[in-house]
């Protein structure tokens, strides 16, 4: 079952979005949770995870303090809020358990940050 992350789109510098993922309850409730991303030419790379119990949360020095990740168990979703968009956030963002399993890709949502 892949997962599918929602709410990406063109925003301008200095902007916000929120990206939204739901996935099976059993998956959510037994994984730590994770947003990663893939820029054009690059790697995909972790951005944000949060634990299951969801105390706990990590961010790519990146986006630290720009970025919150949060997790709705009555809705077994994940989020990502992000502020003060840069150009350099531009790239495709997927959602996924942490460590990341190949079924769960999906095929992400674009975030484009440009003026």
């Known amino acids: 079952v892949q997962l599918q992350a929602s709410g990406g789109g063109l925003v301008q510098p200095g902007g916000s979005l929120r990206l939204s993922c739901t996935a099976p309850?059993?998956?959510?409730?037994?994984?730590?949770m994770g947003w990663y991303r893939q820029a054009p030419g690059k790697q995909r790379e972790l951005v944000a995870s949060i634990w299951k119990d969801g105390k706990n949360t990590y961010y790519a020095g990146s986006v630290k303090g720009r970025f919150t990740i949060s997790r709705d168990s009555a809705k077994n979703s994940v989020s990502l809020q992000m502020n003060s968009l840069k150009p350099e956030d531009t790239a495709v963002y997927y959602c996924?358990?942490?460590?990341?399993?190949?079924?769960?890709w999906g095929q992400g949502t674009l975030v484009t940050v440009s003026s």
């Open positions: 996924n358990v942490r460590p990341p399993l190949a079924l769960y």
């Open positions: 309850a059993h998956t959510f409730q037994v994984n730590n």
